[in-house]
């Protein structure tokens, strides 16, 4: 194409696997652009992951000033100022929008700053934010561009000018009365935090359970948590039609009676940003969800374009983008490396926090997996009682007739880190008694792992 630009690789879209695998490149003399239309580093640092633990952690703080008195201190006339939360927020994404430039200047990657789409084979134009267009054109092309919180079709939905996380995370004043459409991740971590800066918060979800995947001990858990803190809880429960005017009244119907609030925020799941970037034209095919059709190495259906990340159907999370990042350097540097039999951890950072690696008893049944079964309640482990955090529970699953560790649930303090160990033994192969009878340190949460694998029952 006259006038294209060439470069040995264009990335459209700074996301998690796009922005590292143009780093790593460019630092390596490749002539590297990336193609970014807004957020530079992606929606992680911007509007998703990072800013919204952002803002829980300051819900955690007005929880702990609220809750003081429990811990011999008093603290009267205190007030949660929505505006200085958002500004803490600002300043972090601030610092890491700096922190992303830095390494785009260190590593020599040129990062273009436009809306970017295919207009011939591993060739992009970009409609310039500053004005004007530039063509593009890769040895290779790795398509990065994310996803987007997903409206659904209900009648009114749309209309009703409901809150994303995106908006949410932007509000500069407390909602009277936050519905929150949707009972997974997204929304439940929003839920809490907002009832703990002082909203009233009715959870709406249409399965049977919240976070309906997990076990029903863990689905059951989370919910006592969030109805002890005074949210209310609506399962089962569809949504027929939304009226009204998110911030400042807004009804639901449903089948069980209306559903009314001052504020509505979406959380029912996500959608792949593929559309309007020319794909077909070029060869790229996606699936019926809208994801680019990839191989095991991250390869779509035209030759020399790649895709990673949400766009391609991984896991919609930010550390399995950063492993697509590994699977397309090592193939795009001569190697092969592919995403099949990885581990896929992940964290619900509500308060106390679950994580999980591996299988859930659910999947196992599922699957034919015979196992052995160990529970620790939070009781057990001592630095939870130091804490006054005692609710929740150590969940381990060992093979029958082996030693090798199946899966891990936790539900209580530092979640996640607990997690992690478990992962990394998983990781290297370690039969359980590994972490049965390792020497850890006392007291920490991670010590309640070899009460938790010394109670494996025998088989």
């Not at 919240?210 to 002890?228: K, N, S, Y």
Request: aromatic share 6%.
């Amino acid at each position: 194409m006259p006038n294209a630009e060439d470069y040995d690789l264009v990335v459209l879209g700074s996301g998690a696997p796009g922005k590292l695998v143009a780093w790593a490149l460019a630092s390596r003399g490749p002539r590297v652009a990336v193609v970014e239309r807004r957020y530079v580093g992606g929606s992680c640092p911007n509007v998703a992951c990072l800013p919204s633990k952002n803002v829980i952690h300051g819900a955690r703080v007005a929880h702990y000033v609220r809750t003081s008195a429990e811990f011999g201190i008093s603290h009267d006339g205190w007030k949660v100022d929505m505006a200085a939360v958002r500004d803490r927020k600002r300043r972090m994404v601030d610092g890491l929008v700096e922190m992303h430039l830095a390494k785009y200047r260190e590593s020599g990657a040129e990062l273009v700053m436009g809306s970017g789409r295919f207009v011939a084979p591993r060739t992009i134009e970009v409609a310039l934010n500053a004005g004007g267009t530039r063509t593009l054109r890769g040895r290779n092309v790795v398509i990065n561009t994310g996803s987007r919180a997903r409206l659904d079709d209900t009648p009114g939905l749309a209309d009703s000018g409901p809150l994303t996380h995106v908006e949410a995370l932007e509000l500069d004043r407390l909602p009277e009365h936050l519905i929150v459409l949707g009972g997974g991740y997204v929304g439940l971590e929003l839920a809490q935090a907002f009832r703990r800066f002082g909203s009233r918060v009715t959870v709406v979800e249409r399965n049977a359970a919240l976070i309906h995947r997990e076990d029903p001990d863990v689905t059951e858990a989370v919910e006592q948590l969030l109805r002890d803190e005074g949210i209310e809880i609506r399962t089962g429960t569809a949504v027929d039609r939304v009226e009204g005017r998110s911030g400042e009244s807004v009804r639901l119907r449903t089948a069980g009676g209306p559903i009314e609030g001052t504020d509505l925020l979406v959380a029912g799941g996500r959608t792949p940003n593929t559309d309007g970037i020319g794909l077909e034209p070029v060869g790229v095919e996606v699936d019926g969800r809208g994801h680019v059709k990839v191989d095991e190495r991250l390869k779509t259906t035209a030759e020399g374009v790649w895709a990673a990340g949400d766009c391609a159907g991984s896991p919609y999370f930010t550390h399995i983008g950063e492993d697509d990042f590994r699977v397309l350097l090592a193939n795009l540097t001569g190697g092969d490396r592919v995403t099949t039999g990885r581990q896929v951890p992940y964290c619900l950072f509500t308060d106390p926090e679950l994580a999980r690696v591996g299988l859930s008893e659910r999947e196992a049944r599922e699957r034919g997996v015979s196992y052995r079964l160990s529970k620790l309640p939070l009781q057990g482990v001592l630095r939870a009682r130091t804490l006054s955090e005692t609710r929740g529970f150590y969940k381990a699953l060992v093979e029958a007739g082996g030693d090798r560790i199946l899966g891990f649930t936790a539900f209580g303090p530092e979640a996640g880190e607990v997690m992690a160990v478990v992962q990394v033994a998983m990781l290297a192969g370690l039969p359980y008694t590994a972490l049965r009878d390792a020497v850890l340190t006392h007291p920490t949460m991670a010590e309640g792992l070899a009460g938790l694998f010394g109670s494996v029952p025998n088989g």
